[in-house]
């Protein structure tokens, strides 16, 4: 029997996962054994490339232990070579921290840092390469859950196109829950989470990869555990083998919940329940006198960021009474106003939404 859960994660993840998802970690299974790497790692790799709408002789991917940083700071750290150069486009907290991998690594870049309510835009790409015309790589994240900010990676896919660009997205918090045209855009690297939008539990990342391009990073990688080649390479030849010993009960999760995002309807469904998640939860706070931090254009569907309603809103208070009535979210993350932040993902639904409204206006 599944314990109901104690909460509802109002997160960008970890998030509240389906009492099915939670229950597929009840068994054991060995890292060894074909029923696990044939039957759960292998299926789950070719299913991302179906999600993403991908031809499997074009494009593959890579899981990777560890949070979503991990799988960031392997790609960077693997196909940015040392007479390479990165662009590195950021509004937020995410694309600041794609900077500190790349001073870890000695990675000859480029940081371009904006106000973090502001879009990563075609115009502010254009502008960057033509001061720094011998960018060879540039990365930048899509959902930016600092603010909630979605980028238009689209307007920056059209400026490097046709200039051999290596194009990586950090599409941690949108990949499963947002359509992205992999193919059509020339994302070269994609990477995301298990514990996002697909709805799983924390413990892997994975990174989707045009094939010619993940095989010219043999070689490169400057750490063992991130070489994104080698794991994929004993991945492809041990059907579904992991290098060093994998999270198998997440696996298994992962894989469930792959199945649950399938039979709501794929991706283009579940966007639309997020997009109704957030809808719901705009209208009702907005009813309620709180204001967004960001205009409804660039908002994405994935976290809601809100101003505090007044000099004196206690937020430590606001949030344990939230905790006590079954509802968790987050605090705010930027640095020039105060804010708190609400996730419309995971197990979650417009019904959830009006019984946090209801709840908040109860409290407040």
């Known amino acids: 029997m599944i314990r109901e859960r104690n909460y509802l994660l109002l997160t960008p993840g970890p998030l509240s996962t389906s009492g099915t998802v ?3 970690m009840l068994q054991d299974w060995c890292t060894w054994d074909k029923d696990y790497n044939e039957g759960i790692v292998s299926p789950i790799r070719k299913g991302l490339l179906a999600l993403a709408g991908l031809d499997e002789r074009e494009y593959t991917d890579v899981l990777l232990q560890g949070s979503g940083t991990y799988c960031v700071e392997a790609t960077i750290g ?57 960018v060879t790589h540039l990365s930048m994240v899509h959902s930016e859950t600092t603010t909630g900010l979605l980028n238009p990676i689209e307007e920056v896919a059209e400026v490097i196109r046709g200039r051999g660009i290596t194009f990586i997205v950090d599409a941690m918090s949108s990949f499963g829950g947002i359509p992205i045209d992999i193919k059509g855009l ?22 989707i990869a045009r094939k010619d391009k993940l095989m010219a990073t043999k070689g490169n990688a400057r750490s063992l555990s991130l ?13 579904g083998k992991w290098r060093f010993t994998s999270p198998t009960h997440v696996v298994r999760a992962f894989y469930q919940a792959m199945k649950e995002l399938n039979d709501e309807g794929g991706i283009s469904a579940r966007y639309e329940r997020y997009r109704r998640n957030h809808r719901t939860l705009v209208d009702g706070m907005r009813s309620l006198g709180f204001e967004t931090l960001l205009p409804d254009e660039a908002q994405g569907p994935i976290i809601t960021s809100f101003l505090y309603p007044s000099a004196d809103f206690d937020f430590a208070s606001f949030y344990e009474r939230l905790k006590a009535k079954g509802f968790v979210i987050y605090p705010g993350k930027i640095s020039h106003a105060d804010t708190f932040r609400i996730g419309n993902i995971g197990d979650v639904f417009p019904e959830d939404m009006e019984a946090l409204i209801r709840v908040i206006k109860e409290i407040r």
């Open 78 to 134: 693997a196909t940015v070579r040392p007479t390479d150069k990165l662009l590195i486009l950021a509004n937020g907290a995410y694309g600041e921290r794609m900077a500190r991998i790349a001073d870890y690594y000695g990675i000859h870049y480029v940081l371009v840092s904006l106000r973090e309510t502001e879009l990563v835009t075609g115009e502010v790409a254009r502008e960057a390469l033509e001061a720094h015309p011998d």
């Open 227 to 239: 070489d994104i080649y080698a794991q994929w390479e004993t991945m492809e030849r041990g059907h």
């Open 22 to 24: 939670r229950e597929a």
């Open 186 to 207: 020339g994302i070269d690297f994609l990477v995301s989470s298990a514990n996002k939008c697909i709805q799983g539990v924390p413990g892997f990342g994975f990174i």
